[in-house]
């Protein structure tokens, strides 16, 4: 028995060899998905094993003849309950990508993994004419953990939104950037700027609009809840 031993290990190597390399092409198969390799989809790095609450959802319906079927279906599912959905989360949220680069890859985090949140990177544009400033309630309040902070801008401005905790400190800066005028809406995901997940509690978000014309300044505050 023990002359066999080296053969029956070296076929179990090329054993697992194989079946690594043969479910390693689903990698590429999603957008961005070299970034967190089999992590997408597995509890292990390596790949293999238990799978990621992304991956079961691929599992169970988004799989045919073993390949991942990509698109709006899977890029709109929240697999990990983490407030982003996949495409968010590997950066194509309508879930249009075909092959090649897509987004920024580093900003991609792990649709899987419910600790692994993208942080706010663009405001959108909702299209409407407004004729004030303004900073409306976010909504969901309370909220866990995500909630969509919108405002208005009547003209070009220069927009920055800091959120406080009840100390008054400063925890983390939404957005920080130029606009054009319209209705706008960001997503925050309750992280401060270290990317760490900030605790339950009462916290401040404040709006401060210089004109990139006049120079005139806006600035108005509001409180949300968050719920853990």
């Known amino acids: 028995m023990r002359k066999y031993l080296p053969h029956l290990l070296f076929s179990f190597i090329i054993f697992t060899f194989t079946i690594m390399v043969s479910r390693s092409f689903r990698v590429g198969q999603i957008p961005n998905g070299n970034v967190n390799q089999c992590a997408n989809c597995h509890v292990s790095p390596g790949g293999g094993g238990a799978r990621t609450a992304f991956g079961e959802t691929?599992?169970?319906?988004?799989?045919?003849?073993?390949?991942?079927?990509?698109?709006?279906?899977?890029?709109?599912?929240?697999?990990?309950?983490?407030?982003?959905?996949?495409?968010?989360?590997?950066?194509?949220?309508n879930g249009e990508w075909i092959g090649g680069a897509?987004?920024?890859?580093?900003?991609?985090?792990?649709?899987?993994?419910?600790?692994?949140?993208?942080?706010?990177?663009?405001?959108?544009?909702?299209?409407?004419?407004?004729?004030?400033?303004?900073?409306?309630?976010?909504?969901p309040n309370p909220f866990n953990p995500t909630t969509n902070i919108s405002f208005n801008l009547p003209e070009a401005s220069d927009v920055k939104i800091d959120v406080f905790n009840s100390l008054g400190q400063k925890v983390s800066t939404v957005v920080n950037k130029a606009?054009?005028?319209?209705?706008?809406?960001?997503?925050?995901?309750?992280?401060?700027?270290?990317?760490?997940?900030?605790?339950?509690?009462?916290?401040?978000?404040?709006?401060?609009?210089?004109?990139?014309?006049?120079?005139?300044q806006f600035v108005d505050s509001r409180r949300m809840l968050l719920v853990k």
């Open 58 to 93: 691929v599992r169970t319906g988004f799989l045919q003849n073993s390949n991942v079927v990509w698109g709006p279906d899977l890029a709109s599912i929240d697999s990990d309950n983490d407030g982003f959905t996949n495409g968010e989360e590997l950066q194509d949220p």
């Open 179 to 216: 606009y054009g005028p319209g209705a706008f809406s960001v997503k925050w995901n309750a992280n401060d700027d270290y990317g760490s997940s900030l605790t339950s509690g009462m916290y401040i978000y404040r709006m401060t609009a210089t004109s990139g014309f006049s120079g005139k």
């Open 102 to 139: 897509i987004g920024n890859p580093a900003l991609v985090t792990n649709p899987g993994d419910p600790n692994s949140v993208p942080n706010p990177t663009s405001v959108e544009n909702i299209g409407a004419i407004v004729s004030s400033y303004k900073l409306n309630n976010n909504y």
